[in-house]
């Protein structure tokens, strides 16, 4: 039973409204610091085309779901590593004006940790890889009978690492809005350009390169990208997207 004395001091619960603009701006600051990091450190540069040929290697060895997993955590954490090392000597730059014994302590140590990773995820690649790798030809023959469940989410990473590439390397617009290459027309072509090649049938490619197309145009109507940046981006999505379909189609016995 309530007490309307007990009750009075009683507030009722507030809760703040979400803030979809500050909750958007988060994403545009992270992968301006992805950006940043790539431009600028070559071991980031390294690591990611690393990155995208080993997703590549899990596609082709076709490796269990299991190994799939711990291969994109070990890719995750030396990229996160490698971002908190970059973090890392940018602020130490910023304070330290003369070279300091703690400033290359700090450096070194942030070094390697990404050293350490990496050495960790060679070791375990070699683990997660061997079996396929013994296995030679009959069963990477037997992998690209059929075409692998991850296949989609290893088109759409590798693509969004070859978008990072591209503007970290013409170094124009911002990782979410401009630049010379719309990251939103590459995803949006190359999943039009799987369901065209790995499903093979005509109204499903219309109906996704129509809706890919809607997509890069919004981009232009929206001022956010020019045409020829849009159109550049399409052909990022499909090339990659088509690559990947060449590595993993059925085997087709002419």
Known sequence: MHHPIEDRGKKEPHYLPIDRSRFLR?????????????????????????????????????????????????VALVLSLELMNTAIESI????????????????????????IAAVGAVLAAYLIFYQG??????????????????????????????????????GRGTPLQGGAVSGHAALAFAVATMLAFFYQKPLAAILAYFVAFLVAQSRVEAR???????????????LVALAIYVLVRPHVVL
């Open 92 to 115: 130490v730059d910023l304070l330290t004006v003369a070279h300091h014994p703690l400033a290359k302590t700090a450096k070194d140590a942030a070094a390697g940790a990404v050293l």
């Open 26 to 74: 988060s994403f545009h600051h992270a992968f301006e610091g992805i950006i940043y990091a790539t431009r600028t450190q070559p071991n980031m540069r390294v690591h990611f085309l690393i990155a995208a040929l080993v997703l590549l290697a899990t596609l082709i060895l076709r490796l269990d779901r299991f190994y799939v997993i711990a291969t994109v955590t070990l």
């Open 133 to 170: 790798l013994i296995s030679g030809g009959a069963r990477v023959f037997e992998a690209v009978q059929s075409v692998p469940a991850n296949v989609a989410l290893i088109v759409l990473v590798v693509v969004a690492i070859a978008t990072i590439f591209a503007k970290a390397w013409i």
């Open 224 to 238: 956010i990208h020019r045409p020829f940046e849009v159109f550049w981006g399409a052909v990022l999505g499909t």
